[in-house]
C-alpha cells in the first residue's frame, strides 16, 4: 500500500472515530438532560423506537414527540455509560444505564452511518 493511501486510510479512519465521538457525547447530553430535542438531531429520517417493550418504527418528529413524552414522566436523575460495540465499520451500538425517580431502565442506541455521518436508528429504553 503507497504512503499516501495509508495517510488517507487513517484520515478518515480518525475523522469517522472524531464524528462517532461528538454524537456520542450528545446522545449522552440529550439523555442526561432528558432532552428529546437535542436527541432527535441525531435520528435517522425514520428509526424503530421501543419504550418498556412497546415498539414502533416512527418518523423523526414522532419519535421526538413520544420521548417527550417518556421524559415528561421520568426525568433522568443518573445516566452512565455502560458499552460501545464497534464490530461494525457500519454501525455502532451504545448501551446506558438511566436512573429515574421511579425506575431504572437500560438504553440501547444504535448508530448507523449514512454517507459519512452517523444517524439514530435505533433507540430502546427498557
Given amino acids: 500500500m503507497s504512503l499516501l493511501k495509508m495517510f488517507m486510510l487513517?484520515?478518515?479512519?480518525m475523522l469517522q472515530s472524531f464524528v462517532v465521538?461528538?454524537?456520542q457525547s450528545d446522545i449522552y447530553n440529550g439523555?442526561?438532560?432528558?432532552n428529546s430535542k437535542s436527541l432527535s438531531k441525531h435520528f435517522?429520517?425514520?428509526l424503530s423506537l421501543s419504550?418498556?417493550?412497546?415498539?414502533?418504527?416512527?418518523?423523526?418528529?414522532?419519535?421526538?414527540?413520544?420521548?417527550?413524552d417518556f421524559f415528561k414522566t421520568n426525568k433522568t436523575m443518573e445516566l452512565k455509560h455502560v458499552q460501545k460495540v464497534t464490530g461494525n465499520p457500519s454501525s455502532k451500538y451504545l448501551v446506558y444505564n438511566l436512573k429515574t425517580?421511579?425506575?431504572?431502565?437500560?438504553?440501547?442506541v444504535k448508530l448507523i452511518d449514512n454517507n459519512g455521518d452517523f444517524h439514530i436508528s435505533e433507540l430502546r429504553i427498557e
Fill in 10 to 13: 487513517i484520515m478518515v479512519m
Fill in 51 to 68: 419504550i418498556n417493550k412497546e415498539e414502533s418504527v416512527y418518523s423523526k418528529f414522532q419519535a421526538e414527540l413520544v420521548l417527550s
Fill in 31 to 34: 439523555l442526561k438532560n432528558s
Fill in 21 to 23: 465521538g461528538d454524537i
Fill in 44 to 46: 435517522a429520517s425514520t
Fill in 101 to 108: 425517580a421511579k425506575k431504572s431502565y437500560r438504553v440501547f
